[in-house]
């Protein structure tokens, strides 16, 4: 299946799914829709972000959560997410330890019209990243990541920003 012709739920204000529709006419149109995100962290503190793969549709080459991905028509979201941890990084979710439920997020302009459940887990790797969908890994201490996101916001997606703003430091 192509990637544009993947089935999304639509979803109303109070992410209530509505309807479905391909990933192409619900970015093109700006329809809400349901995420997730993983940060995945090191034993020593360090969190795992990727860079996004060149080839993506939405903030190609910036980076991004360890794990970042749709909801599928039909899916929830806690079955999206371990899908998308095998998808991505390659390994299963039953690998990492201390897996939570961190926050969610509702639809807005910085998520890009998707409603959002961030998760939080702890595996030190190794990973085997799915080229299509992640051009790099690397580990970032949280300082180091509040410096680069304040000297290069651009290198990294809206969300990431905007997820990371929200954090209690």
């Not at 192509?2 to 509505?18: A, G, I, P, Q, Y």
């Not at 999206?80 to 690998?95: F, K, Y």
């Not at 807005?108 to 019209?113: A, F, G, L, P, S």
């Amino acid at each position: 299946m192509n990637v544009s012709d993947e089935k999304f739920d639509l979803v109303d204000r109070n992410d209530r799914v509505v309807g479905s529709a391909p990933r192409s006419e619900i970015h093109a149109s700006g329809l809400l829709h349901r995420a997730v995100h993983l940060w995945l962290f090191h034993d020593d503190g360090r969190l795992l972000l990727q860079r996004r793969s060149l080839t993506k549709d939405r903030e190609p080459g910036r980076w991004t959560s360890s794990v970042s991905g749709h909801v599928n028509a039909g899916e929830e979201y806690d079955t999206a997410m371990h899908r998308e941890i095998l998808e991505e990084i390659g390994i299963p979710s039953s690998a990492c330890h201390s897996f939570l439920r961190l926050r969610y997020f509702p639809a807005c302009q910085e998520t890009d019209q998707e409603f959002v459940w961030l998760y939080r887990a702890f595996h030190s790797g190794p990973f085997k990243p799915d080229p299509t969908e992640v051009a790099s890994l690397e580990w970032f201490f949280p300082n180091q990541l509040d410096q680069m996101i304040s000297k290069q916001p651009d290198d990294f997606c809206s969300c990431l920003r905007f997820f990371w703003k929200q954090q209690p430091k």
